[in-house]
């Protein structure tokens, strides 16, 4: 996603907070699905069991007010009374360009793979007579889903959803290669949707159940598929991971925008400091216990809780934690816009060389920095290049980042590292204990990473309340993209003050951010109306 689209994104969840929204796609909008279902492979392995997952997204999309098109069974050469793959997709492309603007849904399930010797990591959506032997017979076997999405882009659509239930048991084309399908960049006003992570096959009759029940739910499509992401995870034990690649540039809501939530943000009765140094001198069972009953509703309450079910509290093995030091300033409140100084406790706070770089660990440490800095990480190592979200390899990054606090457990960069790629890797259990440990340590853009949580509801319910506290702690160590998402939250009247007080607050938040050095907050601040 790019940084005007993930600025877009948390303004629109605000709105969605609200009950507004973005302009969104109307109930007028043209609304037509595709849905191709491949069950008799000639010589791939039989789906049978697609039937009832073509049923289940059909009868959704028919609720939804979708004009449905539904193909069964396609090859890639045409047959006597069925048209080819190609001539399907040409047909529904000439029924979309006539009704211009429309919201376009496709659906396929069946098998597909992709390309291992295209670097661009090419994948093909297979014809029931495709034969693949080695990479070669792609091509031949397939439509290639970059032509799928390309076309469709410039045939006029408002919004383009792809849905690929088809990360199934495929024949592997040699050693180390993995099946499944590969990430592809979606083209503009387009998400695509996988049944399953990268690389990963996807159990039949699970993905698509859980989607149709989720596609008649109020909110929008990016709310919609984290839900469907989550679900699934929790359904298969965590074997099965969906995700999507969104870069729709509108908020689009199938069956409603408005979202129940509080009017205003309650007020957050926490003495921050104290519950971090609290925390902060937690060493074993019985310090775990007393923070529980101190705080059992605090901040790391969850991370305390699964460490208390843990070895050595119980017969079980548990990570061990990061020694983190307790932050030694209150955060200010949110009508203070002044950046604090950075907050004492880190190795990387100082503008010299990490001190603990060394010829045995340099390369190690350099893993975690390449795979998961964030630009707006004040502990970032000084010249050290940011990674954009859509460039992170969660995996890697969540394993190189874990080598790296191996050695360096008491680094809260490292640990914030850690946290965001497993955000990014859709694990916000895990992401959550690295943010809270970071953040106990003085981590400005861990105390900005568990606010994102909340505010986009990821893994956790959305809280305003709990965003904003965090925000505001953020801001408070300088965090520039907390300063930020204060300001978007000012500029659409979440705090139920007056439009006046509102305006003037978003203007000195966004003013703060610009002086921290976060371009995106520029765009922003010249969409407010003038002298508002």
Not at 247 to 271: F, G
């Amino acid at each position: 996603m790019t940084p005007r689209l993930k600025i877009l994104s948390a303004f629109a969840a605000v709105l969605l907070w609200l009950g507004l929204s973005l302009p969104a796609l109307a109930d007028t909008t043209p609304r037509l699905a595709l849905i191709i279902n491949q069950v008799d492979y000639q010589t791939l392995t039989p789906l049978p069991d697609t039937d009832g997952e073509a049923g289940d997204i059909k009868a959704s999309l028919v609720k939804l007010g979708f004009d449905v098109t539904t193909a069964r069974d396609i090859s890639v050469q045409a047959t006597p009374g069925h048209p080819s793959f190609k001539q399907v997709l040409d047909d529904f492309r000439l029924k979309v360009s006539q009704a211009p603007g429309a919201i376009v849904f496709i659906y396929y399930t069946g098998h597909g793979m992709h390309d291992p010797t295209d670097e661009s990591g090419e994948n093909y959506l297979l014809g029931t007579d495709a034969n693949i032997r080695v990479p070669a017979d792609l091509p031949p076997s397939g439509i290639r889903l970059s032509d799928l999405t390309g076309n469709f882009s410039r045939a006029g659509t408002k919004a383009l959803i792809v849905v690929l239930d088809a990360c199934r048991d495929t024949p592997s084309l040699g050693k180390g290669v993995s099946k499944g399908l590969a990430a592809v960049a979606p083209q503009e006003n387009t998400l695509i949707a996988y049944s399953t992570s990268e690389g990963h096959i996807a159990e039949t009759g699970v993905y698509a159940p859980v989607l149709a029940q989720e596609l008649l739910q109020p909110g929008d499509l990016g709310d919609i598929f984290n839900h469907v992401q989550a679900k699934v995870a929790d359904a298969t034990a965590q074997k099965q991971h969906p995700w999507a690649n969104n870069d729709l540039y509108q908020v689009v809501c199938l069956v409603s925008c408005t979202v129940n939530i509080p009017a205003q943000p309650a007020t957050v009765d926490v003495d921050w400091q104290k519950e971090q140094a609290v925390w902060a001198s937690v060493h074993d069972c019985t310090d775990l216990q007393s923070y529980m009953a101190q705080y059992p509703n605090g901040a790391f309450a969850t991370q305390a809780r699964g460490r208390l079910a843990a070895a050595p509290c119980v017969a079980a093995p548990a990570p061990a934690p990061v020694n983190v030091a307790p932050v030694q300033q209150t955060p200010p409140v949110v009508a203070d816009a002044t950046p604090a100084a950075p907050l004492a406790g880190s190795k990387l706070a100082a503008v010299a060389p990490p001190p603990w770089y060394d010829d045995d660990s340099e390369m190690l440490v350099d893993s975690c920095d390449s795979d998961a800095n964030a630009d707006h990480d004040g502990d970032r190592v000084p010249g050290a290049l940011a990674v954009l979200d859509r460039d992170v390899k969660p995996a890697k990054a969540v394993a190189d980042c874990k080598r790296a606090l191996d050695k360096y457990g008491d680094n809260r960069h490292l640990a914030y590292n850690l946290g965001r790629a497993y955000e990014l890797n859709k694990d916000y259990a895990n992401a959550k204990v690295w943010y809270g440990q970071a953040a106990a340590a003085g981590s400005g853009a861990a105390m900005y990473g568990m606010g994102n949580l909340y505010f986009a509801g990821e893994g956790v319910n959305k809280d305003p309340a709990q965003a904003v506290a965090w925000f505001q702690k953020g801001a408070a160590a300088g965090n520039s993209q907390s300063m930020l998402y204060l300001g978007i939250i000012y500029d659409s009247g979440l705090t139920g003050d007056d439009d006046k007080a509102n305006a003037a607050q978003a203007r000195k938040w966004y003013q703060a951010a610009i002086a921290a050095g976060n371009t995106g907050a520029q765009e922003l601040l010249d969409m407010m109306p003038k002298g508002g």
